[in-house]
């Protein structure tokens, strides 16, 4: 009683009331859609793991086959967050379309849990144009299959395109360079001294661990609000831990969900994801984020890197967690504009 009492005074104080109600003006994480089948899926990845997904689709289909997109969550989310929305949106266009937990994440297989492996989150892409390209659900033309990845999942999906040329259209939503924010912080505010530090720390908890210590946790959002507060980390918090966006996958806890391990957590500072994005060139890149988001940098940096076909495109007044389900922000038309047009 006596943390609200002390919240609400400190909220009036600084004119936080409306801000936060409207942080999620329209928001529709866990949108659901008549017109759309659901389907939860697993398959293998190339290292014999496996990945859970969801499979959407129309109920109203005829029996040709359809363009489908892989779509990848924000990092530190699972598919039933953001996700499942932009799969759910495009399948009522027609796509067949699935959600994929990244390994180490939600239902998909890795120890520990909450582990980083960039290259592996990349392959979890691959596997579900595998799965597309070899399922019996509903036909797919192998030739007809694009990538959509949200936050940290848009540098993931950069880092399959490399590699994998059967995704034929990439489209990331408020990217976060992974690479790019481990080493160098938002807007290059972290040092090279503090990122040592990071690095120092994480060879430290292996130590521990190997020892037999405890697992430990870093980054993601805080389980809890406190009175200094960056407004990223309280943009984070209105999705990630209010029922907006919440969401605890089976096996793992509140206070664990968006937190990586630590010692896990630098094999992010060898992570290049737009080295070589010009490769995935002539397959078209769509490019989409917020001109308020806090993440902004990412999006235009892999445009000015990568070949053309390529576009920016600028959301006027979102923020970065906008896009994750605010649904009168989020263009789905446009979405679908670009994946019937790259897909054709
Ligand atoms: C929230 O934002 C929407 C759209 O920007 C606006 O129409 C609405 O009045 C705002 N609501 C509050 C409580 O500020
Ligand atoms: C994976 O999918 C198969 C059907 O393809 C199902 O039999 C199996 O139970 C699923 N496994 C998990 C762990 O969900
Ligand atoms: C659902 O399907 C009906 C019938 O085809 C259509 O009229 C409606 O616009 C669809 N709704 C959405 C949200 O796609
Ligand atoms: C089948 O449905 C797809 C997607 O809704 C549409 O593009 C295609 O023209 C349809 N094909 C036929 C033969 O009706």
Redesign the pocket.
Known sequence: MKMVVAWSILALGMGMPTMAQNMSYEADNFYHSNNVTVQPINFSTQYQTTVAANFFY?KE??N?A?PAIVVGHPMGAVKEQSANLYATKLAEQ?FITVSIDIPFWGGSDGEPRNAVLPDFYAEAFSAAVDYLGSQSLRPVDRERIGGLGICGSGSFVISAAKLDPRLKAIATASMYDMGTLVRQGLRNSQSVDQLKATIAEAAQQRWTEIEGGETQYTSGTLNHLTANATPVEREFYDYYRTKRGEFTPVGSTPELTTHPTLSSFTKFVNFYPFSGIEMISPRPMLFISGDQAHSREFSEDAYSRAAEPKELLWIPGAGHVDLYDRTELIPFQRLTEFFQTSLA
């Open positions: 129309l289909h005829n040709s359809a027609g």
